[in-house]
DNA sequence: ACGATACACGCATAAACGTGCAAGAACAGG
DNA sequence: CCTGTTCTTGCACGTTTATGCGTGTATCGT
């Protein structure tokens, strides 16, 4: 039994069941319960799920669904967005875009930051409801199932009337050529509405998306100020980018 | 049975059947009534439940300004619920407002059901992330903290684009005379732009709101269809209500 | 006012936890 | 092929936490 067997096994009993108790894991898979332990911490380090007195359980029923089905590394996922949370400077506007990393970054936030965050994404919008100095304004539209955000016409139009010094936008492909790009038009359109309006737009990406591209296109790296990834700076489409002037900031 | 299991059943159990009884969930879970009520005393502590003598009733996620609307009938409140989401016909579109008894009406809509939600609340919007056959509309806007709920002139204005069927409202005081209240201007303004864009509009109240007012005025009596409510029908209140024209619906 | 029930408190037991340690495997370098 | 290093794993230890029971007290309904 490989470490890494392991804990795809635990992340399994975890989707499938809910929950994880710790001594009925060990007995299962015949090891210690130390090793259950040490693999359950490291699992909640990484936010991948919650470690509770005699086990572990899901990190939130709704992100372990997403989590399942994007097999995504959320290890570096943290690291982007607490770098990321750190570009956001008091009294300043920032745009969250609805992803998974982008909500990542709304609990990166320092509670007690005073920031006004505009965002398409209800549940970001719900996670901020306990920080009391952060001003929250919501952009109405269409609730789309299926990434828990609001898109369409009615969104890219409220996102008309906002404007904010930062954009931190999360996206599924990150092309030298087609530049950054998602996999529904839809989203690509919002995306492209909230960038417009700020001043500066940084990309969160996490390493397996460098290099690839989705069949929409969100962005232009013109448009484009920086990107933030857990990738390694010397990998040869970062090193291109930051020739075209993209700031590259690596999270680790 | 893990403690936070438990703790996470406790909430879910107060959230579908409005009350718990520490005796029943003891027997239940097959754990000692001491654990129970440990476990209840915690959650009360956290905010989370209000603790009663033999068990636990569920607290308004706006706990500061409840000084006035304070002492909700919560088990009434899930009745108030289900006769309003039993009013939402197939196909049709229904505006929800905010409130926790509107939060409980999009609890009760079944899942299956056909039909277009228009709210203010990001947090009814994700409650029907797992209702696949329900389109969402979200109004956005300032995020108001204590009612977790957008308001404001951009709310306001978001909303004048739609229209709906029916309108379900929550409101803090039903008076005869003084009409229906609440105890915050914006909110008071919302609820009265949402109202506008209904053909229909149907009050929430529980019983001991009945003959109340509140600071802001909402609506006039002239302008809504009907009241649902869990008070004795035979109320002086709601009698004369019922002679104005106001249809009155005994929630059970 | 009364009995019945729910409660809080203290205590004992058991389970889960973290840490340090040693045996073993995997690995890199010579 | 050997050796030193690093990492993983399981065990032992003391500590913390959770649980159930008994007791006396408070609260409820009649």
């Known amino acids: 039994m490989l470490a890494a067997e392991r804990r795809d ?13 710790a001594k009925d894991v060990a ?36 992100v372990a669904d997403l989590a399942a089905r994007q097999t995504l590394s959320p290890g570096g996922k943290r690291q982007i967005a607490a770098a990321a949370a750190a570009l956001v400077q008091p009294g300043s506007a920032v745009i969250l875009d609805g992803g ?14 005073d920031c006004t965050v505009i965002t398409h994404s209800p549940t970001i919008a719900a ?28 969104a890219v139009e409220a996102a008309q009337n906002v404007s ?15 530049g950054l790009t998602t996999g529904d038009a839809e989203e690509a359109a919002m995306k492209r509405a909230l960038a417009a309006r700020a001043a500066d737009t940084y990309i ?39 020739a075209r002037g993209v700031e590259i900031l690596a999270a680790q």
Do not use: M, N
């Open 127 to 154: 996670a901020l409801l306990d920080h009391p100095r952060a001003e929250v304004f919501l952009l109405g539209g269409r609730l789309f199932k299926h990434s828990a955000v609001t898109c369409g016409a009615a």
């Open 204 to 242: 969160l990406a996490s390493a397996e998306k460098i290099g690839t591209a989705s069949r929409f296109r969100v962005l232009p790296w013109e448009d484009v100020s920086g990107l933030i990834t857990d990738a390694d700076p010397h990998h040869p489409v970062l090193e291109q980018l930051a």
């Open 100 to 113: 998974t990393t982008a909500q990542a970054v709304a609990h990166a936030l320092p509670p007690g930051l």
């Open 27 to 62: 007995a299962e898979l015949r090891i210690s319960e130390d090793s259950v332990r040490r693999d359950l911490r490291d699992l909640a380090a990484e936010g991948l799920c919650q470690r509770v007195y005699g086990g572990a359980l899901p990190v939130s029923p709704a």
């Open 9 to 21: 096994h635990l992340l399994d009993l975890l989707a499938r069941e809910g929950k994880i108790v």
């Open 164 to 178: 904010a010094e930062l954009c931190l936008l999360g996206v599924t492909g990150v092309h030298p050529e087609a």
